[in-house]
């Protein structure tokens, strides 16, 4: 498949850049006992990994908006002190990262986490030096869906030429919000989204690992 020679690489950090699974679903879990609902196994919260997090607890528990708020705030009692640091990068990804940047590839994170963790997760494992921007979400729960989030990192970094950008994020959520803005999007498959997932928002391309990846953003196909 032939692809753009791409400039700019925006990447969504869960499930993409780091596997989230303990932190994000131990701290649902943690928000949804306040509520009275108790989940034994907290891996089955695994769907509260893509989307907004009030958006996720209304869809999925039936929250009110108001009463998502406030299992967001529970959520991230947790998560701010715990649950960030209970993650892991995916195997091989810093070499990914080195790869893009000596090819001369600018990255850039666009996230629905807030800024605030993305930019400690990414510090603590030693991976921001690699990227010119990290943007994601506001604490307020403003900026969280993924299109405000990606205009934001463009607008934030001055880019314009939209077809010299593609959004590389392992769930519908990032492939919609890329496409909202007339960018190219390429799924991966090693996250938590499926091929089914990915076919059916439009992926302009789906990579089964960071092997594939690295083939379709240096040409090396």
């Known amino acids: 498949m032939s692809l753009k020679n791409y400039e700019y690489i925006l990447m969504d950090l869960d499930g993409t850049i780091t596997d989230p699974l303990e932190g994000i679903t131990r701290s649902v879990q943690h928000a949804l006992a306040s509520f009275g609902i108790q989940v034994e196994d907290p891996h089955t919260l695994s769907h509260f990994i893509g989307p907004p997090l009030v958006d996720a607890f209304m869809e999925y528990y039936g929250f009110s908006r108001e009463q998502g708020v406030k299992a967001a705030e529970k959520y991230r009692e947790r998560f701010s002190v715990v649950g960030l640091y209970e993650n892991e990068v995916y195997p091989g990804m ?67 030429q939209l077809d010299q950008v593609v959004m590389v994020g392992d769930r519908k959520y990032d492939l919609a919000g890329a496409q909202k803005l007339g960018l190219d999007c390429i799924g991966v498959l090693y996250g938590y989204g499926s091929r089914q997932e990915m076919e059916t928002a439009g992926a302009t391309a789906l990579a089964e690992n960071l092997e594939e990846l690295t083939g379709l953003l240096l040409g090396s196909r």
């Open 94 to 160: 810093e070499d990914f990262l080195k790869k893009m940047t000596g090819a001369g590839k600018k990255l850039l994170v666009a996230t629905s986490k807030p800024q605030v963790f993305a930019e400690k997760i990414l510090e603590h494992f030693h991976l921001a030096q690699y990227f010119t921007f990290i943007g994601g979400s506001n604490l307020d729960g403003t900026r969280a869906h993924k299109d405000e989030v990606i205009a934001y990192v463009l607008a934030e970094d001055l880019i314009t």
